[in-house]
C-alpha cells in the first residue's frame, strides 16, 4: 500500500508544516473522552520510526522539566483543573511512600511550585500510616534542600483533608502498584487521576492494544504509513517465571515478532519483554532469540518474577526493540514528553552511559538532561523532532483515556 507520508523525514516536513491541523484533529478524537490529569510518554526514535515505548499516568520526573516549561505549564494545569470546577483554590497532592528518594521529592516540589505559582495552595498528604508513627505530619529535605512537609490525610464526611485544611481537589501521584485501601468512590473531594488506574488494575498490554487503533486512525486520517509511529509487539498470558511455566511459549513468541522486524542489520535485532503491570524499569528483559527466555538462569527470572510492591508478573509485552539514533554527550538516549490534560507541557532527555542504543535505558545509570518544548509553533524546522514528539505523545495519552474507559467498566 502507498501512503503520501512515508518517511521520517517527509513525517516531521508534515506535522512542522501542519501543527494546527494536526492539533485540532487529536483535539477533536479527545473530546469526550476522559483524558488523564496528566501522563509521561517516553518515546524512542530509529532510523526509520518514532514509537512510544510507555506510558505513565502518575509521572514523577518533573524535577526534570526545563524551568521556561515550568513556568509555561501553569496555564494548562489550570485549563484542566478548572474541568472539575471553577472555584479550586486549595489543591493536595498525594505521593507516593518512597519519600527516602531524594530525586523524587524534588519531582514533588517542582510539581508544586508550578501550581502555586499559578496562584493555588498547595500541600502533601498521604494515608501511609507508616510516615506519621510520632506525629500527623513529616517535613522531609529533597535533593535540592526543598522543604516538603506531609500532613496525615483525613476524611470528614466523605470529604478530604491534609491534616485540618479542607482541601478543594486532590492531585493522586501515587502509582498504586500497592493500592491504597480506601473506598475511593464514597469521596466527595474530586481525585485526579483517577485512583482506578494504577498498576494493581493497568496493563501495558492493553495501552498498546489502544494506541495500535488510535495511531492506524491517524495515519489513515492523514494518509501516513503506520509503522512510521508505533513498535510492533505481541502478548503472552500466563507465565510464571518462578516454575518456568509458559517460558517455551513465550520464547516463541519472541521469536515471532523477530522474524516481523525488518531490518538490514539482523544481528542487531532485539525485543523488549516487558512485564505488562512493571513501573520504575522493573520487569523488563532485552533478548535477540527466544532461546533466551528459555534458558534465562535464576537470578534473571527473579527479577522478572516479581516487581513494585510485589506485584507478580504473568501477563507479558512482547515489544520490538526500537534502536535509539539520538545520543547525548556519547550516550543512548531516548525522549520523554509530560503532559498536562493531554497538551504536551515539557520534556526530558534520558540517556544511560552503561546501555546501548537497543536496551532498556530507563535504569542504573540513568542521568536526564532537560530541554524546552514551549515554543512549538506551526513551521519552525528547527522544531521538527519536537513537534514529532508531542504528537506521538498526545496520541499516547488518547490512547491511555479510551483505556481508562475499559478499565472503569
Same mark, same amino acid.
Given at each position: ?47 526509520? @520510526? ?10 514523577? /520526573? ?15 494545569? %489550570? ?12 489543591? /493536595? ?8 528518594? *531524594?530525586?523524587?521529592?524534588? #519531582? ?10 499559578? /496562584?493555588?495552595?498547595?500541600?502533601? *498528604? ?14 522531609? *529535605? ?16 466523605? =470529604? ?43 496493563? $501495558?498490554?492493553? #495501552? ?29 498470558? !500466563? ?20 522474524? $516481523? ?6 544481528? #542487531? %535485532?532485539?525485543?523488549?519483554? @516487558?512485564?505488562?503491570?512493571?513501573? +520504575?524499569?522493573?520487569?523488563?528483559? &532485552? ?6 527466555? &528459555?534458558?534465562?538462569? %535464576? ?27 539520538? %545520543? ?9 514528553? +509530560?503532559?498536562?490534560? !493531554? ?21 542504573? /545509570? ?21 513537534? &514529532?514528539?508531542? =504528537? ?5 495519552? &488518547? ?11
Amino acid at each position: 500500500m502507498s501512503y503520501d507520508i512515508d518517511s521520517k523525514e517527509s513525517l516531521e516536513s508534515f506535522i512542522t508544516n501542519n501543527w494546527n491541523k494536526v492539533n485540532q484533529y487529536i483535539d477533536e478524537q479527545s473530546k469526550n473522552l476522559p483524558i488523564p490529569f496528566y501522563t509521561s510518554v517516553d518515546i524512542r526514535e530509529s532510523k526509520d @520510526k518514532f514509537a512510544p515505548v510507555d506510558n505513565n499516568i502518575y509521572p514523577a /520526573g518533573f524535577n526534570n522539566l526545563c524551568q521556561l516549561d515550568l513556568d509555561a505549564s501553569g496555564k494548562q494545569f %489550570r485549563e484542566t483543573i478548572n474541568t472539575f470546577g471553577n472555584d479550586i483554590e486549595k489543591i /493536595g497532592i498525594i505521593p507516593e511512600s518512597n519519600t527516602k528518594n *531524594l530525586f523524587y521529592l524534588d #519531582h514533588l516540589a517542582f510539581l508544586s511550585k508550578a501550581l502555586m505559582d499559578e /496562584g493555588y495552595e498547595v500541600t502533601f *498528604l498521604s494515608f501511609d500510616e507508616n510516615l506519621f508513627e510520632t506525629s500527623n505530619e513529616v517535613t522531609l *529535605l529533597s535533593q535540592s534542600k526543598f522543604e516538603i512537609k506531609i500532613h496525615k490525610a483525613v476524611i470528614n464526611d466523605n =470529604i478530604l483533608f491534609a491534616g485540618e485544611t479542607q482541601l478543594d481537589f486532590a492531585i493522586l501521584n501515587n502509582d498504586q502498584s500497592n493500592p491504597i485501601k480506601i473506598d475511593w468512590k464514597t469521596i466527595k473531594t474530586p481525585i485526579a487521576p483517577s485512583p482506578s488506574l494504577g498498576w494493581f488494575k493497568r496493563q $501495558k498490554n492493553e #495501552h498498546f492494544q489502544e494506541y495500535k487503533t488510535v495511531a492506524n486512525q491517524f495515519a489513515e486520517e492523514f494518509s501516513i504509513d503506520p509503522c512510521l509511529l508505533q513498535a510492533l509487539f505481541l502478548t503472552r498470558e !500466563g507465565i510464571d517465571f518462578s516454575t518456568k511455566e509458559g517460558l517455551e511459549e513465550l520464547g516463541n513468541t519472541v521469536d515471532e515478532l523477530l522474524a $516481523k522486524i525488518k531490518t538490514s542489520e539482523d544481528d #542487531h %535485532r532485539k525485543v523488549f519483554v @516487558k512485564a505488562s503491570q512493571g513501573t +520504575y524499569g522493573m520487569g523488563i528483559s &532485552v533478548v535477540s532469540s527466544g532461546e533466551e527466555i &528459555v534458558s534465562m538462569n %535464576r537470578k534473571n527470572r527473579d527479577k522478572m518474577n516479581i516487581g513494585k510492591n510485589k506485584i507478580k508478573f504473568t501477563s507479558l509485552l512482547v515489544q520490538e526493540g526500537v534502536d535509539s539514533i539520538l %545520543r547525548y554527550d556519547d550516550m543512548a538516549a531516548e525522549i520523554t514528553i +509530560y503532559l498536562a490534560g !493531554g497538551k504536551p507541557i515539557g520534556g526530558f532527555v534520558r540517556a544511560n552511559e552503561s546501555r546501548a542504543a537497543n536496551e532498556n535505558l530507563n535504569s542504573r /545509570g540513568m542521568v536526564f538532561r532537560k530541554y524546552c518544548i514551549s515554543e512549538i509553533r506551526e513551521k519552525n524546522d528547527f522544531q521538527s523532532k519536537e513537534a &514529532v514528539y508531542s =504528537i506521538i505523545a498526545r496520541l499516547s495519552t &488518547v490512547a491511555a483515556a479510551k483505556e481508562s474507559i475499559k478499565l472503569n467498566q
